[in-house]
């Protein structure tokens, strides 16, 4: 840590924080300021530790942007799957986030206490905090509007969070002219770097659809709708700042996290290159400047990435795309509106103008079906597809390759895909030495054929 802050090593940047005895802030690695002595620094593994020993986020690099680290090794299931609700909705209450845990508050807070230093409602705080200082800096959203899309139960209670932990109120945070709304909220994602922009630029474009995504040189643009209200997003790749100016535009503030939280996701920002291509150098692949910082195109939901998944099954890309740009269009012909369509919008109706057998058509009718149940939805989200593989037309291909975009598991290893085990049969390959990075590994292979095609 001590090396990485000296060079301010883009590679480290939100894998640890330093906090600042003398000046009471805390940074990232790649702060700019001049570097502080060593012996006025203490280092900590998140921002929620830092902000836990009473350092405030530094104006000058902004903690509040660091790509998160979701790579660090697994604490516990319970830890982690109680930090992956605190971020998917940081109104959730921590009673509420341990029922859904199947676990009482006391033993979530024991724990939490145990393995991370800190209890998950101090977690908690500290992530509305640094999300709340995000759009205070950077929207024209009202301090109410802030607060309830940072979770916090009135404007009151996210002020008395400021002063309490910051010493500082939510307006001292706000810029000149902040009166009127505009339609575009413009924010950050950062990434570590190597990141290779014009592989995962290229994958997506090859796949892009009307009306659902964008690609152009430098961008990517997403359009979507959030509860039932329309939206649009375009990420401006700024290779200078290591990640994407995001221009978001969405109907409400609250719409806002979920929209920056798929970004993240679907441009894979938040991955540790240095720990994954440990991983694909100890299976035997060889990387080179052409996989080097390859990164996992993620999907808007684990629907899009299923409905394409069985749209292209036994056809190639090409053909797969073309079939995804009829199956849109037909649904749209029915049902207006922007993005990928919504489980619901399948039905015998939409599909009757599809060209595609019939085995195919109704297994997208049993997809869907399953694809309207919540509970069927947080279940493949969390890894689970036993359900879905009981579904006439979908195996273990297709439920790994929504896994693989859908969820963005990082450690799916596609051994049935053709192009695969050509690449396997070229290669003297160990792939389950490759955990927990087994999507990037097939991600390289899947690179290398399409490479030779």
């Known amino acids: 840590m001590h090396k990485a802050r000296q060079s301010r090593d883009h590679r ?101 206490q145990q393995k991370m230093g800190l209890s998950p409602s101090s977690y908690q705080l500290s992530a509305k905090l640094l999300f709340a200082k995000q759009l205070l800096q950077h929207s024209h959203y009202s301090i109410l509007e802030v607060a309830i899309a940072s979770g916090f139960n009135s404007s009151r209670a996210m002020q008395y969070a400021f002063k309490n932990t910051f010493s500082m109120s939510p307006s001292s945070l706000r810029k000149s002219d902040k009166d009127k709304i505009p339609l575009e909220t413009k924010l950050f994602i950062a990434y570590r770097p190597p990141y290779l922009w014009h592989a ?52 409400h503030s609250t719409h806002i996290k979920p929209c920056l939280d798929q970004m993240t996701r679907i441009l894979d920002c938040s991955a540790d290159w240095l720990s994954i291509a440990d991983g694909i150098k100890k299976s035997g692949y060889t990387l080179t400047e052409s996989t080097e910082g390859l990164r996992l195109p993620g999907t808007w939901n684990c629907f899009e990435a299923g409905c394409r998944a069985i749209l292209g099954q036994q056809v190639s890309v090409a053909g797969a795309v073309t079939k995804t740009r009829e199956f849109v269009q037909a649904i749209r012909k029915i049902h207006s509106g922007i993005g990928f369509p919504a489980p619901w919008q399948v039905t015998q109706e939409t599909l009757c103008d599809v060209g595609m057998p019939i085995s195919r058509k109704s297994t997208l009718l049993l997809f869907a079906e399953f694809m309207s149940e919540e509970k069927n939805q947080e279940q493949i989200e969390k890894g689970d597809v036993s359900q879905l593989l009981t579904l006439k037309g979908i195996g273990p291909w297709t439920c790994q390759y929504i896994l693989m975009r859908g969820v963005s598991h990082p450690d799916i290893w596609m051994e049935k895909d053709l192009g695969i085990i ?19 590994l097939t991600l390289c292979l899947w690179h290398d054929y399409m490479n030779k095609q």
Request: charged share 20%.
């Open 12 to 112: 480290f940047d939100g894998l640890f924080y330093i906090g600042v005895l003398s000046t009471g802030i805390f940074c990232r690695p790649i702060c700019p300021a001049k570097l502080a002595k060593e012996e006025n620094v203490q280092y900590y593994l998140s921002a929620a530790l830092a902000i836990e020993a009473g350092f405030r986020p530094c104006k000058l690099c902004k903690p509040d942007i660091a790509p998160i680290n979701s790579s660090l090794p697994s604490i516990n299931p319970l830890i982690d799957n109680g930090i992956i609700l605190i971020h998917k909705d940081l109104g959730l209450s921590i009673k509420d986030i341990a029922a859904q845990l199947g676990v009482s508050t006391r033993h979530l807070h024991q724990q939490f």
């Open 200 to 251: 995962l630029r290229d994958f997506l474009a090859s796949r892009q659809l009307p009306n659902v995504d964008q690609v152009t040189e430098n961008s990517y643009t997403r359009w979507f709708e959030i509860d039932g209200y329309q939206g649009k997003v375009i990420a401006i790749h700024n290779p200078a700042r290591s990640g994407f100016d995001l221009f978001i535009c969405v109907q």
């Open 422 to 440: 050509r690449q396997c049969e070229q290669n003297n390959l160990e792939p389950h030495k490759a955990k927990p990075w087994g999507s990037y």
